[in-house]
């Protein structure tokens, strides 16, 4: 542990997993540019976004590990309480920002009127889905906390199994096969796709692996990365003939899993360095990490448009560097605003 009771891998693994994010939108867009771009290009894309496909499900692996201990601990109300201040309130303010933006910013007719229907119906910008999922593992996690308190190990197991076969391997035969099942769970924005990913990181949060087990992990992340990035290639290339298929890169597919999980036990296994600088900058970084989720999707629009006064964007220089370079711009451009905007009174509660 670490300053004032922060654990050192946790907040690292939350600022690689913002980076993530940042690295999958930067790179998106030449995932449908095969045809256009050429195969150097798409797989310059293909291959950031194959390697960050961790990123969501770590974070809700994080979520789990220490809020369920605290759902354990807390009274429901002091959890909720909590979970409103933090998450709640941030989530509608940047809602109506880029439901605003969409209007001024994008000049899409949406009426003003119609916000409340839209937020409740779809996310109103691209990247704030994820609130929606957090929001119902939050409104569930008393009720998952005081079960994993009593559970016995096997029936965790059990559960988790079952999350595993319906929630990351059903879809992906369904997928794949083109057919629908009656055990299907239909919406892949449901929750219980990510519900397992919340148990995973409660009872994974303290087990240390050996040097060994350290490999074995690193092979595990390897492989399914590999996995990610030419079953990407041949499912869009050789069967879809250029057509983006992003089956496998579904969070909850099993490729997936196995790169957060082995990524998740390499990372905790860390320890804090004794560089006093470096540990401030990490633990003022990850304070900064939900309210840089929220904000990057608006600086990668104003690099792109040159609405800054200046055009930055993924192809400044050849992809291969470029989609890394842009990401780092917006995610550094995002943390700087974002630390100002903690500074500030009132307008500090509008980021977690």
Not at 115 to 143: G, K, R, S
Not at 322 to 328: D, K, M, R, W
Request: charged share 10%; net charge positive; with cysteine.
């Amino acid at each position: 542990m670490y300053e004032s009771g922060r654990w050192f891998w946790a907040d690292l693994l939350k600022i690689l997993a913002v980076f993530g994010v940042v690295l999958i939108h930067s790179s998106a867009p030449f995932l449908v540019q095969y045809k256009q771009a050429g195969e150097l290009i798409w797989w310059s894309g293909n291959l950031y976004n194959s390697a960050s496909r961790w990123c969501i499900p770590v974070f809700i692996m994080l979520s789990g590990a220490f809020l369920l201990r605290k759902t354990q601990k807390d009274s429901v109300h002091t959890f909720f309480k909590r979970r409103v201040q933090r998450i709640a309130i941030p989530f509608l303010i940047w809602s109506v920002i880029y439901y605003l933006w969409r209007v001024y910013a994008n000049n899409e007719p949406l009426p003003l009127s119609s916000f409340f229907t839209l937020f409740l119906q779809e996310p109103v910008y691209y990247h704030l889905w994820f609130f929606y999922v957090l929001i119902v593992l939050y409104i569930f996690a008393p009720v998952i906390g005081s079960y994993l308190k009593g559970a016995q190990r096997q029936n965790v197991a059990y559960f988790l199994i079952v999350w595993f076969l319906f929630a990351s391997v059903l879809p992906v035969i369904e997928e794949y096969f083109g057919f629908q099942s009656y055990f299907s769970l239909g919406n892949i924005a449901s929750a219980f796709y990510y519900v397992g990913y919340f148990v995973l990181g409660y009872l994974l949060k303290d087990m240390q692996l050996n040097r060994k087990l350290i490999v074995y992990m690193s092979l595990v992340f390897f492989v399914s990365f590999m996995f990610t990035a030419y079953g990407t290639f041949f499912l869009t290339v050789v069967e879809n003939g250029g057509e983006f298929d992003g089956l496998l890169y579904e969070y909850f597919s099993f490729n997936v899993s196995a790169m957060a999980v082995a990524l998740f036990l390499m990372v905790n296994r860390l320890k804090a360095p004794k560089h006093k600088l470096g540990l401030r900058v990490v633990s003022e970084t990850a304070v900064c990490v939900p309210g840089i989720f929220l904000v990057h999707a608006m600086f990668i629009a104003l690099f792109i448009r040159g609405m800054l006064g200046f055009t930055l964007d993924q192809n400044t220089i050849h992809p291969l560097l470029g989609i890394p370079l842009f990401a780092l711009s917006v995610f550094l451009s995002s943390l700087v605003i974002v630390y100002i905007i903690r500074k500030i009174p009132v307008i500090k509660y509008s980021v977690p």
